[in-house]
């Protein structure tokens, strides 16, 4: 018995063909409908996302490939690590990503060279498409602090101890305890 298997629903999916490119660049701009909002809220762990967009220019590259140079912009609600309150703030990542037809090719080992190596390989266009959400979501994703903070929300409230005056305060060595179990 064959289970069918749903494909999950691509949120902000905005697939843009490669061949509308040609010789000329293009200008795009996207923006998250207020139901994609709410869903990428929860995917990228927000308490909300009011607002999405990308706007990006798309020029040819190399043979047949692309070159996307744009902005993402975002408002959003997170909750603070220190006070717990929710606070707004306003993102502007820039975009500057490449993309290639994958290589038919068969693998070869590849020697890397460590003076010369360039860390952002170009992606790959994938059915002769690049989803220009998809990199809206994966710059934003990683724009996002994993502790965010509220701006000027500080840790003094929650100092371990308060000394009064300016001598340093002994601490308990934790070990002081398995001297009481040693026995004689």
């Known amino acids: 018995m064959t289970k069918s298997h749903k494909q999950p629903e691509i949120v902000f999916a905005r697939p ?24 990428l809220t929860e995917i990228l762990g927000l308490d909300d996302l009011k607002e ?3 706007e990006c220019e798309l020029q040819p ?12 912009n ?19 990542e820039p975009v500057d990503r490449y993309f290639l037809h ?7 080992e590849e020697v890397i060279d460590l003076e010369n190596i360039d860390l952002d390989e170009p992606d790959e266009i994938d059915d002769g498409s690049i989803d220009l959400g998809a990199i809206a979501i994966e710059t934003l994703a990683l724009t996002l602090s994993s502790h ?11 100092i371990e101890s308060q000394q009064q005056d300016d001598e340093p305060q002994m601490r308990k060595n934790p070990f002081d305890v398995l001297k009481t179990l040693k026995s004689d």
């Open 52 to 54: 999405l967009r990308f």
């Open 102 to 108: 994958p290589t038919k090719s068969a693998p070869q």
């Open 16 to 39: 843009f063909a490669v061949e509308r490119i040609k010789n000329r660049a293009r200008h795009e701009k996207i923006s998250a409908t207020e139901q994609e909002c709410k869903q």
């Open 74 to 92: 975002a408002k959003i609600r997170e909750i603070c690590v220190v006070t717990l309150e929710a606070f707004e703030s306003e993102i502007t």
């Open 148 to 158: 965010p903070r509220k701006p000027g929300a500080k840790f003094e409230d929650y």
């Open 61 to 72: 590259w190399k043979k047949g490939g692309v070159r996307i140079i744009g902005t993402v």
